[in-house]
């Protein structure tokens, strides 16, 4: 037998677009654009930090910033970002979206401003100031994905529920080319006023003293946009489905969403029982749960752990591959600055013609060929130009075929937006109960964290040649770049074969796809339909 429906629950999932669902993508995005500014601004400038701090004069090649430095600094704001997502997560579920929305936002403001701030002038003073500040940047990131993610789902109508997710999902694209940009017209000012040689024709001059400030305003810079949104924020009403599903108060739902909807919504029930859809009260580690989403959480998280594997592995050391196929010169080449602006100017290029449109693709049509299809052909395509990129990788590497490898590089990311980076955030919005939604969705985030920080370290280390003159000064052999890329593409083989677990939500209300309409007595099963 079927519960009983909420009227106010029905009326969110039957309501036309209007302005208040765009005010909701704009408020939640601005903190996806500024979560993809600080996470990814950080690849531009490692560079820089390695000329600053660990140049050593006598040997042939500019400064870099050592093993298990590099390592920190790329990592930690992941690591923070990882604890975040558990802990925001489980928070949403416990105290409210709202209530803890806006200190996730707060904490990326403040960190962001004292990334660029270091205690003392040494390499260990300025790196542990940096890593600090990253790991808690990182920590108000990791908020963000639950919180952003289930706000916006119990906000959306049915129809274009889809659509909404991944709007918000997508300004984490503008993000990554908004942090291109502003390297670009940071070091392309200080490059102008501050000459210098490249490192080959003079060593000590090359790195200018100046360079410590534009790494420092490039990383600073993400407290704008999420300082922008703070008001609008805190101004958000709790979502419906919080306020009557798990603080059991429908008038007050139905309140909230007559004055959000600007329409009179009259609630018959006053309080949510075992007959009533949501009424519900088994958690997370119960046999229930087990049974109707342990598939889901299986597929959710091991398709995210998976990608990200690939796509941090690509974003944040993408200046290395492009150096090392000789798109971008060779460091010796160049002055301090001038690396930064090479560098911002190649990842500006990428996200142009790869990362945002894929983005956007996804948010046109998502709720046309559903979530399902979109992940199966992403992973797809993202293994199919990866195996490209890695199988003829010497070819790439020789002079007149750069401009070939960097089109296919833009497209694994075009198909990664267009596919898993975008389906694995959306979905474990859509398919857990309201009690545990965020919850779920901050789990399956964090394993693709804990995916990125894989991807991290092993790229890291695995890309190294193995030879002497083919790795940087302190690195061990690794398996070098051919191989290293031969992984990522059965990693994204890896992500296809899971997403095949993957249940479709399109034109499924949320309560449908949590398995909520029908009586706690009765067996349903977890959702597998692709219709």
């Not at 993508?25 to 903190?31: E, K, L, P, Q, R």
């Not at 936002?105 to 100031?129: E, N, R, W, Y």
């Amino acid at each position: 037998m079927a519960r009983q429906k909420l009227t106010v629950l029905e009326t969110l999932d039957a309501a036309k677009t209007q302005g208040y669902h765009f005010l909701a993508i704009v408020i939640a995005g601005m903190g996806f654009f500024t979560d993809a500014y600080d996470l990814f601004s950080i690849s531009i400038v490692t560079k820089c930090l390695g000329r600053l701090y660990y140049t050593d004069l006598n040997y042939s090649k500019p400064g870099t910033l050592p093993p298990n430095v590099y390592a920190a600094v790329t990592s930690v704001a992941l690591c923070g970002t990882l604890a975040g997502q558990l802990f925001f997560g489980w928070l949403g579920d416990k105290l409210g979206r709202k209530s803890v929305y806006g200190f996730t936002l707060l904490l990326m403001i403040v960190c962001s401003l004292a990334s660029g701030l270091s205690f003392g002038h040494q390499p260990k003073g300025v790196i542990a100031t940096l890593c600090f500040f990253r790991f808690w940047l990182g920590f108000g990131v990791g908020g963000d994905y639950p919180l952003s993610a289930t706000i916006m789902s119990e906000y959306a109508n049915k129809k274009t529920r889809g659509s909404f997710i991944a709007a918000v999902f997508a300004m984490q694209g503008f993000g990554i080319l908004f942090a291109a940009v502003i390297s670009l017209i940071v070091s392309a000012s200080f490059k102008h006023h501050f000459h210098a040689p490249s490192y080959a024709t003079d060593r000590a001059r090359s790195t200018q003293s100046q360079a410590d400030y534009v790494w420092r305003i490039i990383l600073m810079f993400g407290s704008i946009p999420a300082a922008l949104t703070f008001y609008w924020r805190m101004q958000m009403p709790e979502t419906a489905r919080y306020t009557a599903l798990i603080a059991r108060n429908t008038k007050k739902a139905a309140a909230d969403m007559s004055s959000v909807l600007q329409q009179d919504i009259v609630e018959e029930v006053e309080v949510v029982e075992s007959h009533v859809v949501g009424g519900d009260t088994w958690g997370l580690f119960s046999r229930q749960f087990a049974k109707r989403h342990g598939v889901h959480l299986l597929a959710t998280t091991t398709t995210w752990f998976f990608l990200d594997i690939a796509f941090y592995s690509q974003n944040l050391f993408q200046k290395d591959i492009f150096s090392k196929v000789g798109w971008i010169p060779k460091a010796a080449t160049m002055n301090a600055i001038e690396e930064v602006y090479r560098v911002a100017r190649a990842q500006a290029i990428i996200a142009m013609c790869g990362t945002v449109p894929g983005y956007w693709f996804t948010v046109a049509f998502i709720d046309i060929i559903g979530r399902y299809i979109i992940q199966l052909q992403g992973f797809f395509f993202m293994t199919v130009f990866m195996f490209a990129l890695a199988i003829p990788y010497h070819h790439w590497t020789t002079p007149g075929h750069h401009t070939g490898f960097v089109v296919l590089y833009a497209f694994t990311f075009f198909f990664a937006n267009f596919g898993p980076n975008s389906t694995t955030f959306i979905v474990p919005a859509e398919v857990f109960p309201a009690r545990l939604r965020s919850t779920c969705h901050g789990i399956s985030a964090a394993c693709g964290k804990a995916g990125a920080i894989v991807g991290t370290f092993g790229f890291l280390y695995s890309s190294q040649g193995k030879t002497a003159a083919t790795r940087d000064k302190g690195y061990p052999k690794g398996i070098g770049m051919k191989n290293s890329l031969l992984v990522l593409a059965f990693t994204n083989l890896a992500g296809l074969a899971m997403s095949l677990l993957v249940p479709e939500a399109k034109g499924k209300s949320l309560e449908e796809m949590a398995l909520e309409t029908v009586e706690e007595g009765e067996e349903p099963q977890p959702s597998t339909s692709r219709v």
